[in-house]
C-alpha cells in the first residue's frame, strides 16, 4: 500500500473506533470528536494535537473528500505514528495482560490493626483489599492506617491495646471508598486505567475483578505508582 492509503486506514479506523465507543453521531466531524474525547480518553488526550493536525492533512491528501482521489502523500514518519495511535485507540492493551499485579495479598475484615501493619510490613505492599466474607468493602491503605493511628494517639489510646482490639474493617468502614479505589472488570484497558486515575485524583488503586463486582476476589490489582510503567509500555505498544 501506499503511504496514502496506510493513512487513510489508521486515520479511518481511528474515526470509527471513537463514534462507537462513545456514540457520538456520524453527522459531527472528526475534529470535534476528537475534542470531546480529551476528557475521558487518555490517548486522545495525549495526542489531541497531532490528531487535529492529521485531519487537516487527511483533507489534503484526498480531492474533495473522495478516497478514491488521492492528491498527495504523506511522509513515512507521519502515517507510522498515526498507525500507533490508532493501534492505542483500536486494540488497546488489557491491564490484566500487562500492567497489573496479580498475587493479590487480601485480608478479612476481622483482622486486628496489628495484623494488617505487620503484613504490609512484611509484603512490602501499601494496598490489601479488604473482605467481609465474599464481599469487598475497601482497601488497607499504609497512609490511611496510619492516619488513623495518629489520631488514636491523639485520642491518647494505649496503643498496643488499639492495634490488638481494632479490627481492619471498622478502620476502613469509617472511610468513604469510592473515593480511594475504583472497581473494574477484566477487560479495562491501560487507557482506561490512566483515564480512571486522571479524573478522581482521590482514586489510588484499582481492583480489577472477572466482572467488576466487590463480590468477586480480585484478578489483579494495579496503583497510582503504576502510571510510569502503564505510560512506558502505551508508548512502545
Do not use: W
Amino acid at each position: 500500500m501506499t503511504n496514502a492509503e496506510r493513512f487513510l486506514i489508521a486515520y479511518n479506523s481511528i474515526d470509527h473506533s471513537l463514534r462507537n465507543q462513545y456514540n457520538f453521531k456520524r453527522a459531527m466531524a472528526f475534529t470535534d470528536v476528537i475534542r470531546r474525547c480529551v476528557v475521558i480518553n487518555s490517548v486522545v488526550r495525549k495526542y489531541e494535537d497531532d490528531l487535529i493536525d492529521y485531519s487537516r492533512l487527511r483533507n489534503a491528501i484526498v480531492h474533495s473528500g473522495n478516497e478514491q482521489d488521492i492528491i498527495a502523500e504523506p511522509h513515512l514518519n507521519v502515517v507510522e505514528k498515526l498507525e500507533h495511535i490508532a493501534k492505542l485507540i483500536c486494540t488497546p492493551p488489557r491491564v490484566v495482560d500487562s500492567i497489573c499485579k496479580k498475587d493479590v495479598l487480601c485480608v478479612k475484615s476481622q483482622d486486628s490493626v496489628k495484623t494488617v501493619v505487620e503484613t504490609i510490613s512484611k509484603s512490602g505492599y501499601s494496598n490489601l483489599p479488604v473482605y467481609d466474607g465474599e464481599k469487598l468493602i475497601g482497601i488497607a491503605n499504609g497512609q490511611r492506617l496510619l492516619d488513623a493511628i495518629g489520631k488514636a494517639m491523639l485520642n491518647n489510646r494505649k496503643m498496643d491495646e488499639f492495634c490488638k482490639v481494632m479490627t481492619i474493617g471498622e478502620i476502613v468502614s469509617n472511610q468513604i471508598s469510592d473515593t480511594y479505589f475504583a472497581l473494574a472488570d477484566e477487560n479495562i484497558t491501560l487507557e482506561q486505567a490512566l483515564n480512571t486515575f486522571y479524573r478522581n485524583r482521590k482514586v489510588m488503586v484499582i481492583i480489577v475483578t472477572k466482572s467488576g463486582s466487590e463480590y468477586e476476589k480480585p484478578l489483579g490489582i494495579i496503583s497510582v505508582a503504576d502510571i510510569m510503567d502503564i505510560n512506558n509500555i502505551l508508548e512502545n505498544y
